[in-house]
């Protein structure tokens, strides 16, 4: 499969499509450096765009640098954070992850050591790498997970697995517009349940059996 037009069809697919309540890191108003970056992926775990956007907000509003946030009480990042979902385990994970910028001089530009940082997993850090390194990585979220599989470009069980076998499979040079594309693909066409096949792009190249 050409892996390039794989992307493009897809991105041609929802370019006029309207995506209400969801919002783009590049419209938020706040730095697009590693360590905001960073706090708001962690936010975004498990939890809508719009609060996601709303927690991220008000906490960088209030603190807006790890010097500010490390110092911060917990009760008042639980407040603030208060809309995403495990507000509580969050505050405490964005005031060490804060602690640990200062300390560190800032966010390892390197995934192993990204990940031994608290709530950070491989999704988040390579979130990272992608949208504030601008380093070539794969984010694999459930969306890219479940595409990805149902295509049949890869056959795995985790995401983890997804990704490191996707690293196989597409050139570096297209790696970053992998999580973009297939997120925004995943919740207009290639939806969880009921996929709209008919109105999907690739449909000729898709292995998924149950395409209609
Ligand atoms: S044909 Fe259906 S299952 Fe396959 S990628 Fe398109 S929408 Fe998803």
């Known amino acids: 499969m050409d892996l390039r037009w794989l992307l493009t069809s897809m991105r041609g697919s929802i370019e006029r499509m309207a995506f209400p309540g969801l919002i783009d890191e590049e419209d938020t108003w706040w730095e697009k450096d590693p360590f905001h970056i960073l706090v708001a992926t962690v936010l975004s775990q498990r939890t809508r765009d719009l609060n996601t956007y709303h927690a991220s907000s008000e906490l960088f509003q209030r603190f807006n640098t790890p010097e500010e946030m490390s110092e911060a009480s917990i009760e008042e990042l639980e407040s603030l954070v208060r809309p995403v979902g495990f507000y509580r385990a969050k505050a405490?994970?964005?005031?060490?992850?804060?602690?640990?910028?200062?300390?560190?001089?800032?966010?390892?530009?390197?995934?192993?050591?990204?990940?031994?940082?608290?709530?950070?997993?491989?999704?988040?850090?390579?979130?990272?790498?992608t949208y504030a390194f601008k380093e070539p990585a794969i984010c694999v979220d459930t969306h890219v997970h479940r595409i990805s599989n149902r295509l049949g470009i890869v056959s795995c069980a985790t995401p983890d697995e997804t990704e490191m076998a996707l690293r196989k499979v597409f050139p570096k040079a297209l790696w970053c517009e992998i999580n973009?594309?297939?997120?925004?693909?995943?919740?207009?066409i290639c939806l969880p349940r009921n996929p709209r096949c008919s109105q999907c792009p690739v449909r000729k190249e898709c292995a998924y059996p149950d395409k209609k």
């Open 92 to 129: 405490k994970a964005i005031k060490e992850i804060a602690r640990l910028v200062v300390e560190n001089g800032g966010v390892p530009r390197d995934i192993d050591e990204m990940t031994r940082w608290p709530m950070v997993g491989r999704k988040t850090a390579n979130c990272v790498m």
């Open 180 to 188: 973009g594309t297939m997120v925004r693909f995943g919740q207009k």
